[in-house]
C-alpha cells in the first residue's frame, strides 16, 4: 500500500488530489490532526475546484494569452486595454458551447497537474517557471475586491474545516483594485485583511486566528529591499495583530528561507531566525543542525511541495525523514495546494505519515507534528520551578567538562560530590574529575554513568524506585549533586541565564522560580549568601531582559525546606522580610518544600505562618500526595490563608469538594507537574492524573515543569505535550494550549504590578514571531 502511494514524484505532481482522496488512510488521520499552518502563501491557497467553479464564474472577468504564453485575467468594466487580446470568459464559455472543456483548459493553467509531469517538467527550471506563472495567472483573478473577499474567506474555511486552527500566510502586499481601475491603499488592503479575519473568528470562536508575514521578493535590489522593509515596518505598527516578522530593535525580516542555495541555512540561523522554511539541505550542515535543536528552531517542511517542484522523486528519502526520526522540531505545511490539486493541510500530513514516517509510526506522530506547529506560537509563564533544577541536562553534562571542577565518590552519604577548586580542600577524596575521565578506558561510557548521577533517568524504574520514599530519596540527592557543581559563582550565574534562554526558547516569557538562595563560593573562598545570591538573580535577569526583549521578566519565590523546627521558621521569616524590603516586587512571595509525606503540616506551622504581612503572597505546595490525611488536609490549611495565590501540585484536591469550590471560588491557581508527578510515583499513568478532570471542569490550571532537568526534559514543552497526549480529552485542540498559557499569563504575579492591574497583549506573547 505504501509503495503504491508514494514510490515517485509522478504521482504527486499528476493528481494529487485524487490520489490521497481515494486512499482510506488520510479518513483516519484527518480528523485526528488538529494543529497550525505556519507556510502558506496568500494567493495559493483555496482550492482549485474553488478557483474554477467560483471565481472564474464571476461576472466581468477578461482572460487573454500573452506573449509569453501565459494566461492573464482581468476584472474590468470593459475591455481592460490594448496590449492583450481580452475576452470576456463568460461570452467565450458561451460561444464555445461547452464549459466542461473551457474548464478544464482554465484549470491546467492554473495547477501542475498533468498526465505526464516527467515529460511536462523534465527539470527543475521548467517546473518553476510554470510555478510561476501560475501565480500569475491567479493573482489576475483575486485581485479584485469582491474576488479578493470571497477568496480570502475561502481559504480560511477550508483551512479551519481541515482542523487547522492557526494560520500564518506569507506575501507582498498586493495591489487590490475596484471595477473602475482605483487601487486600494495598502493601509486599507491590511484593514480589509484584519475585518475578515475578525468576523470569520467571530463565527468561529475556535479558530485562534491569522497572521501575514510580508515577504519581499529575494530577486529584488538594495534599494528597493530597503523601501519593502520600511513599508513593513510601517504596517507593523499601524497592524500589530496581524502583521508579524519584524523585531524590535533592529527590525528584523523573517526571511523565507526557500531558495535552494544551502549557505542560506547558515545565513538564517546566524541572523536569529526563529523558523526556516523548507530547510531542504540542511542535513549536509551538522553544525547549523546542532544549532537549530540547541536554538528550537522550527523547520518548516512542505513535503507535496518539495516533490513537486522537483527537490525529492521519492518522499521515503526526503531529508524531513532523518530529522523526524531524531526528534528536530518539524512542523510541516502545505506552501501552495492550490497550485497541485490539494487543499488544506491534511495532504502533505498524509505524505508525511505514508511516506517519510518509519515503518512503526502511528498517529502518534501526527499528534507530535501537531505540537510541534504550536511550540513555536505557545508562551505565557512557568510559574512552578525549582532553581537549580531547571536547564536540560545536556548543558549540565557539559558543565562537567570546566576545569578546576573536582568529583569525590567516598562520601559517607553515598552521592556523587562535584565542586570547582584550585587546590581541593580535605573534606573528601577529591580527584579533579577531567583526569578520572582521561583515565577511564571508554570515556562515552563514563559519562554516562556521570549522567546517571545528575538524573533520574534509568531503564529498569519501577526496580530502582520500588515507591515513592525510594524515588523522593533519588530526587533530592540530585540537588545535593548538581549545587556542588552549579554554586560556583561563575557558573551560578551562567546556570541561571541558560536557564532563562532555554525557556524563551520554548516559547515561555515570564517564569517564577522558587528555591533557598543558597551558598555561592568563588575559588578563593569567598562565600556569597542570602541577599547577595538574590542580588545575582536579579542582576541576571535584567541583564537577560536587556539582550532579550520580548522576555517579560522572572521572579523568585522564597522556598525552603518544611521539616523545620518553630526557631528555624523565624529565620525564614525574617529573610522574607528582609527580601521584600530590599527587592521589593522581584521576590513574588514564599513557599515551603520537600516531601509533604515526610515534612510537618501546615497547621503546626500556622502561628508563623500568620506572621508574615498582607503584601508577601504564600505559594504553598500542598496536596503533594496519593495518600489521605494530614498531607492532604494541608490543601484545607493553604485555603485558611488568605494570601495564598496558588497551589502547588494540589494533587489530592478532588479528594475535597469544599476546597475544590473554594479554589474555583477564589481564583486560586493550581500548578500542575504532570511529569513530576508521575517521576515522583504520585500517578503512574498520566490518563489517570486528577488534573484530566479539573481541566475538563475549567478550573484554573497552569502547567509548569518543576524540575526538568532531573528527568531528560527541557523547558515547558515536554509538560505540555504530556497533559496534550494524556491527559486530555479525545477531542481537545489548540484551544486547551491556549487557555493553558492563557491561565498562566491571568494569574502571574507580576500583573499586579501593573498600572491598573492591565493585562500584556496576549497576541504578543502567544505568537513570538511578532518579536522575530
Known sequence: MKLDIVRCSDIARQHVGKTINSRSTVGIAKPRYI??????????????????????????????????????????????????????????????????????FLRKQITLETDHPTEAYPTITEVWEKFQDIFTTVNGLTRWR???????????????????????????????????????????????????????SALHPDFLGT??????????????????????????????????????????????????????????????????????????????LERIKEKDIGIEVNPISNQVLMLVDDMRNHPAATLLADDYPVVISPDDP????????????????????????????????????????LSGGALHLHDTGLVSTDYVMNLTYRSGLFMCTTDPSGLLRLHFFVTPDTSCEWEELSAVRRRSEDVTEFDHRLRKNL?????????????????WRKFSGLFSVVNGMVTYKPLFEEYYYQTLQEFLNDGVAYIELRGVLPNVYDLDGTIHSGIEVMRIYEEVTRRFQNNNPE??????????????????????????????????????????????????????LAE?????????????????TNWQGMTDENLIDTLMFNATKRIGHGYALLKHPLALREVKR??????????????????????????????????????????PSFWGAKGLSYDMYEVFMGMAGVEADLKLLKQLAINSIEILQFILEFPGNSMPNFNLLTHREVQK
Open 35 to 104: 494543529g497550525a499552518s505556519l507556510h502558506g502563501h496568500t494567493f495559493s491557497l483555496a482550492s482549485t475546484n474553488f478557483l474554477i467553479n467560483n471565481l472564474t464564474y464571476l461576472p466581468q472577468l477578461y482572460m487573454c494569452v500573452d506573449t509569453t504564453g501565459v494566461l492573464n485575467f482581468k476584472f474590468s468594466e470593459k475591455v481592460p486595454d490594448d496590449n492583450c487580446d481580452w475576452v470576456l470568459l463568460e461570452m467565450l464559455r458561451a460561444s464555445s458551447g461547452n464549459a466542461t472543456f473551457v474548464d478544464e
Open 146 to 200: 469582491v474576488a479578493f473577499e470571497m477568496y480570502y474567506n475561502q481559504v480560511l474555511q477550508e483551512f479551519y474545516e481541515d482542523n487547522v486552527m492557526y494560520l500564518e500566510i506569507r506575501g507582498t502586499i498586493p495591489k487590490i483594485y475596484d471595477l473602475d481601475g482605483t487601487i486600494m491603499p495598502w493601509k486599507d488592503f491590511l484593514t480589509l485583511m484584519n475585518q475578515l479575519n475578525k468576523q470569520f
Open 211 to 288: 497572521k501575514l508575514i510580508i515577504s519581499p521578493s529575494r530577486t529584488i535590489n538594495d534599494s528597493v529591499m530597503d523601501a519593502d522593509i520600511q513599508r513593513v515596518v510601517e504596517a507593523h505598527k499601524a497592524f500589530p495583530d496581524l502583521v508579524v516578522g519584524i523585531k524590535k530593535p533592529g527590525f528584523k525580516i523573517v526571511p523565507d528561507w526557500e531558495g535552494v542555495t544551502d549557505m542560506n541555512l547558515v545565513d538564517a540561523v546566524l541572523m536569529n531566525a526563529t523558523r526556516i522554511g523548507h530547510g531542504y539541505a540542511l542535513n549536509k550542515h551538522p553544525l547549523v
Open 338 to 377: 492550490s497550485f497541485w490539486g490539494a487543499k488544506g493541510l491534511s495532504y502533505d500530513m498524509y505524505e508525511v505519515f505514508m511516506g517519510m514516517a518509519g515503518v512503526e509510526a502511528d498517529l502518534k506522530l501526527l499528534k507530535q507534528l501537531a505540537i510541534n506547529s504550536i511550540n513555536s506560537l
Open 455 to 471: 538524573t533520574m533517568v534509568v531503564n529498569n524504574p519501577r526496580e530502582r524506585y520500588p515507591n515513592i520514599n525510594a524515588a
Open 551 to 604: 522576555f517579560i521578566g522572572a521572579k523568585f519565590i522564597y522556598a525552603p525546606s518544611r521539616r523545620v523546627d518553630n526557631e528555624t521558621m523565624d529565620r525564614y521569616l525574617n529573610m522574607t522580610l528582609t527580601l521584600k524590603n530590599t527587592f521589593g516586587s522581584f521576590l513574588a512571595g514564599f513557599d515551603l518544600v520537600g516531601q509533604e509525606d515526610r515534612g510537618r503540616p501546615l497547621k503546626d
Open 608 to 624: 508563623k505562618l500568620l506572621q508574615f504581612p498582607e503584601d508577601i503572597n504564600l505559594f504553598f505546595h500542598a496536596g503533594e
Open 666 to 707: 477564589r481564583g486560586i491557581a493550581l500548578e500542575i507537574n504532570p511529569i513530576s508527578n508521575q517521576v515522583l510515583m504520585l500517578v503512574e499513568d498520566l490518563r489517570n492524573h486528577p488534573a484530566a478532570a479539573l481541566l475538563a471542569d475549567d478550573y484554573p490550571v497552569v502547567i509548569s515543569s518543576d524540575d
